[in-house]
């Protein structure tokens, strides 16, 4: 019984960490989006005003 304890809690931390890790991954790739939003809305912005175009910026 203790033993099937311990390894239904360790299965569970693993669930957990596993669950945790996608979380991560997720909210990388959310922010990594959100910059990239950001990036393409500042450089509309500036074509919109008459000082740019919309190919890739350099620098």
Do not use: P
């Amino acid at each position: 019984m203790i033993g099937e304890d311990i390894t239904r809690l360790k299965e569970n931390e693993e669930k957990l960490r596993r669950q945790v890790e996608e979380l991560e991954r997720f909210k990388r790739a959310t922010i990594q989006r959100e910059l990239r939003m950001k990036e393409l809305k500042d450089r509309l912005k500036k074509v919109e005003s008459g000082g740019g175009s919309l190919d890739k910026e350099k620098g």
